[in-house]
């Protein structure tokens, strides 16, 4: 207890950010045009504009001061500290009431006498208790009320300190600004609005510090694994992909992602698992009812194509070791990369894989159609799938000059493929739009009759016996 109520004093081991022009930011708060936001608690306050504000972090936790310009003595600290459910003081200090009858004799012991009872307030949109106190000796007395609030694991005390029971109240009214958020949610929120990975990275790193038992982490797991994958970070990949397995093991994207790694990597046997399982999922998973049907639809089409690329791409490189006839193995990874190519038709990787199973089976068109579908997908692939085309026209020595006319053909079939995958999801959308049009007018009907039938009528009537004969 004594390390947190030292939480006033706290000073000589701390780092001191002092109020200027531009914002100031660290992991746990910032100010800007003095208003205070601490991210680790959840909540703002803003201090008057010609105070001069300061934070304090120490190992309990943080004190915030505020005070007039010309004044060097603070007139309002406001301590907070995020409280573990295995330490001594959330155990002990339920509520602020609790926390101030341990407070209480500190300020005893430091010449203040308690005046009036411990009573409640309502400060912002939070209830408080306040208990007020005064020095015992007459000559420049001072002073101060102390008030406090223990919520989920957190604990905020606040000091206003004057030289009169009015310059206390007047200090007071910066308090009325006090506002509670949900710091939980607003951490979700900067990590699913931040797209550069590594600061996805980052922010994902602390939140899932500071909120390790959320609901939410498994999806700031995904979030991270993606930005993993976009660095070419594999063993990260698979390191977030898999915690977020674990605490979401319906999530169908997650399994795609991890097939594609290690098939990738050449790890085939996981990549067919991973894949297959994926596949299984998806082919039972529904739209929730709250999700839009296009972007679900092009979601979930993605998830499919990552899972069959992933066996395909793991095929085509068991085929490359094995001892005996390749084709059959070579045919299972046609097989996949076609049905990734149908789920995304501008998958110019798949596409580009393809290229190379049908070259491996001496499919000559098909792996020309197959290259020059890569090429007008116009995807990382496009520029090695061109030389390759180019490698093909030369080795059945065709005339090169009819590369990009085989080259449009293919993409006007990619162009139709997705005029038809827009018409289909616009078809269902439509579906849907009915469906949600009948749901309210049902509901309406429904309401309708109960408001027109007179109360006694609303009651279920008792039927006639039935007849005998």
């Not at 223990?150 to 005390?157: P, T």
């Not at 600004?177 to 699913?192: I, K």
């Not at 162009?415 to 049009?437: F, N, P, T, Y």
């Amino acid at each position: 207890m004594k390390h947190l109520l030292s939480g006033f004093t706290l000073a000589a081991l701390a780092s001191v950010l002092w109020l200027s022009a531009a914002p100031q930011q660290s992991a746990g708060f910032q100010i800007e045009d003095n208003l205070y936001t601490n991210t680790r608690i959840g909540f703002t306050l803003q201090f008057p504009a010609t105070w001069v504000v300061l934070e304090v972090a120490g190992q309990a936790g943080t004190t915030l001061r505020g005070s007039p310009s010309d004044s060097d003595l603070p007139r309002l600290v406001v301590f907070s500290s995020a409280l573990s459910d295995s330490t001594f003081v959330n155990q002990v200090l339920q509520t602020g009431q609790g926390y101030l009858a341990t407070a209480r004799a500190e300020l005893e012991n430091q010449n203040f006498e308690l005046r009036g009872d411990t009573h409640q307030v309502a400060f912002g949109n939070t209830l408080f208790y306040r208990m007020d106190f005064r020095s015992r000796g007459r000559r420049n007395r001072t002073y101060q009320s102390l008030i406090a609030a223990v919520g989920d694991n957190s604990l905020i005390s606040i000091k206003a300190l004057g030289s009169s029971e009015e310059e206390v109240e007047e200090v007071l009214q910066s308090v009325e600004t006090l506002t509670f958020f949900d710091p939980e949610f607003a951490a979700w929120e900067v990590v699913t609005q931040t797209t550069v990975p590594e600061e996805v990275i980052r922010v994902g790193k602390d939140f899932l510090d500071h909120f390790p038992e959320s609901t939410l982490a498994a999806f700031v797991h995904k979030r991270m694994a993606i930005s993993y994958r976009q660095l070419n970070d594999f063993d990260n990949v698979v390191l977030h992909a898999e915690k977020a397995l674990e605490l979401s093991p319906d999530d169908f994207e997650v399994r795609p992602m991890l097939a594609l790694v290690f098939a990738e990597r050449g790890e085939n046997n996981r990549a067919i698992d991973y894949s297959q399982q994926g596949l299984e999922i998806l082919e039972t998973t529904e739209k929730p009812d709250d999700n839009p049907v296009g972007p679900w639809i092009m979601l979930r089409n993605r998830a499919m194509a990552d899972a069959n690329y992933a066996q395909g791409l793991a095929y085509l490189k068991k085929s490359l070791t094995m001892a005996g006839d390749p084709k059959f193995t070579l045919e299972r990874s046609v097989e996949y990369l076609e049905k990734a190519a149908e789920s995304e038709p501008e998958y110019d990787r798949a596409y580009f894989r393809l290229g190379d199973a049908y070259s491996r089976l001496n499919d000559a068109e098909k792996a020309i159609q197959s290259y020059a579908r890569a090429v007008a997908a116009n995807g990382i692939a496009s520029e090695l799938a061109a030389q390759m085309l180019e490698k093909v026209f030369v080795a059945l020595n065709r005339d090169v000059e009819g590369i990009g006319q085989v080259t449009q053909e293919q993409r006007e079939f990619i162009q139709q493929k997705l005029a038809e995958r827009e018409a289909s999801i616009q078809q269902l959308e439509a579906e849907e739009e009915q469906r949600l049009q009948r749901q309210l007018e049902q509901q309406e009907q429904l309401l309708m009759q109960q408001q027109e039938q007179p109360p006694q009528q609303q009651r279920q009537q008792p039927q006639p016996p039935a007849s005998r004969y």
